[in-house]
């Protein structure tokens, strides 16, 4: 009797001691979170490059943040959890974070891109046509081709009236010619006497010679009477040619 007894005990002691030690090592691990600062980076499965501005959700809060131009985050979390994440043109998942985590390591995950299928499109109609009817037809123009636009533009040489008389003489004998010469030497005065004027004025000559109004005035009436200061002057050579002749003006009139 006490033999069937024992047994009995026995049985029992088997049965559950072993839950027992499993119970204990789960509530062990549930017991035991960390207060964790977690830094990561999300990385496409398909390029290995950054996911931009993806959402992460942290459920146990109900707070979260997003991933920054090169893929990068950074929340705070219990170790025990764990952190949703979606970004447009991947498909959402849940991130695990390693119980061992260390806070000065940076994880990695990886994001699977989300391919659509797009069905062929066939573009068709029928293109609007202009109506050409009833528009004047130009007659061809009965002037050498060697005569037209602007044939004249650079000064032949010598030799052009041997070979070429016609071309020769009309350079320097065609009033129309002269008059685009002209307008175009006037064009291109005005524009080297622009940006001449923004290397040379009086606020440039006030800044390298410290004078003021009155006296700068006096200075450029006198540097401009040397004519020294072509209008195709650098910037380099204002700058020399004004510190130079200044000098000279200061010595003319008593070292003032």
């Known amino acids: 009797m006490k033999r069937m007894r024992w047994m009995v005990i026995w049985a029992w002691a088997a049965l559950l001691f072993p839950v027992a030690g499993v119970h204990a090592q789960l509530s062990g691990i549930d017991e035991d979170p960390i207060l964790v600062r977690v830094k990561a980076k999300l990385v496409s499965m398909g390029d290995s490059m950054p996911v931009p501005y993806a959402n992460i959700v942290y459920p146990r809060h109900r707070t979260g943040t997003t991933t920054n131009a090169s893929g990068f985050f950074s929340i705070e979390m219990l170790n025990v959890d764990s952190l949703i994440v979606s970004a447009m043109g991947y498909k959402s998942r849940t991130l695990k974070i390693p119980r061992n985590y260390n ?5 990695t995950f990886f994001m699977q891109p989300v391919v ?3 069905r062929e499109v066939e573009v068709t109609g029928d293109k609007n046509r202009p109506n050409m009817e009833g528009i004047p037809v130009g007659k061809p123009s009965d002037v050498p081709v060697e005569l037209r636009g602007d044939s004249y533009n650079e000064k032949p040489p010598v030799l052009a009236a041997l070979f070429n008389p016609l071309s020769y003489w009309q ?7 002269k008059q685009k010469r002209e307008v175009r030497e006037a064009v291109a005065l005005e524009k080297n006497w622009e940006m001449h004027s923004r290397n040379y004025n009086k606020e440039v000559v006030k800044m390298l010679t410290g004078l003021n109004d009155e006296e700068a005035d006096d200075f450029m009436v006198w540097f401009n009477a040397q004519n020294v200061l072509p209008y195709t002057s650098t910037e380099y050579e204002v700058r020399a040619a004004v510190r130079h002749y200044f000098e000279e003006y200061r010595h003319i009139n008593g070292g003032k």
């Open 103 to 107: 806070e000065t390591t940076t994880l």
């Open 116 to 118: 659509y299928a797009i």
């Open 171 to 177: 350079y320097y004998l065609s009033r129309k010619e």
